[in-house]
């Protein structure tokens, strides 16, 4: 089952343009971490956010985590055309040792 | 460190016969991971282990699924009887925990499955 749930879907902004996707997820957690994939190729981690935090950055990253809400956003600033692809949120909780994915939202960043 | 390598990245197959996904993890990772992920959906975990112990199955691993991880190093996912419910990205991962507990994945570029 899918623990997180992200939004939009689906995103296309120009390039220059910022994205910010968000992710709800349904039971309390360790941390929550994002990932992004290109189109059919495996995950590759982006950042993660510990539950006693409430904001990271890294690069032109920012993740914000509000666990009242049960939610998080990831905001890439700037974006570029590499920036094309799914990205996914993923929640690692209580004593499991897996990570359980979103359904990801998939950006499309135009010229 | 050479990450992550799946074999074979694709495979074709006819309904009723058998396949097997063979993961190499990084060296180092002392756990390793299976998912499967279909077409517009995120990761679903299927089973994991810590060096040669399978420490969990998902529900979704029918009896048809068997994975094993001899030695605690590459690991092999195989489906018997195929299905083509069973077409899919099967995804391998491995990390080792770090420091302050948190478990981050390095993925395999994964292995497309289609029954026919």
């Known amino acids: 089952s899918q623990q997180g749930e992200e939004d939009p879907q689906a995103l296309s902004i120009q390039e220059g343009e910022n994205a910010t996707m968000n992710c709800s997820y349904k039971t309390s957690i360790n941390n929550l971490q994002w990932y992004r994939q290109n189109s059919g190729r495996g995950l590759v981690h982006l950042i993660l956010?510990?539950?006693?935090?409430r904001e990271k950055h890294s690069g032109r990253l920012r993740v914000t985590l509000d666990t009242s809400k049960k939610s998080s956003s990831l905001l890439i600033t700037a974006s570029r055309a590499a920036d094309t692809a799914s990205y996914f949120c993923?929640?690692?909780?209580?004593?499991?040792?897996?990570?359980?994915f979103g359904t990801g939202t998939r950006l499309q960043v135009t010229l | 460190d050479t990450g992550v390598s799946q074999d074979p990245r694709h495979k074709i197959t006819k309904r009723g016969q058998n396949v097997t996904f063979r993961c190499d993890p990084i060296s180092e990772h002392n756990r390793l991971y299976w998912y499967r992920q279909t077409l517009g959906q995120g990761p679903e975990f299927l089973t994991y282990f810590q060096n040669e112990a399978q420490l969990e199955k998902s529900r979704l691993l029918s009896d048809r699924f068997s994975a094993e991880r001899p030695k605690g190093s590459f690991s092999t996912l195989e489906i018997q009887r195929t299905e083509q419910g069973d077409s899919a990205m099967y995804l391998c991962?491995?990390?080792?925990?770090?420091?302050?507990?948190?478990?981050?994945?390095?993925f395999g570029a994964g292995s497309r499955l289609t029954v026919l």
């Open positions: 993923a929640t690692e909780t209580g004593t499991a040792s897996k990570l359980t």
């Open positions: 991962a491995s990390s080792r925990p770090h420091l302050r507990g948190a478990n981050v994945l390095t």
């Open positions: 956010i510990r539950s006693n935090e």
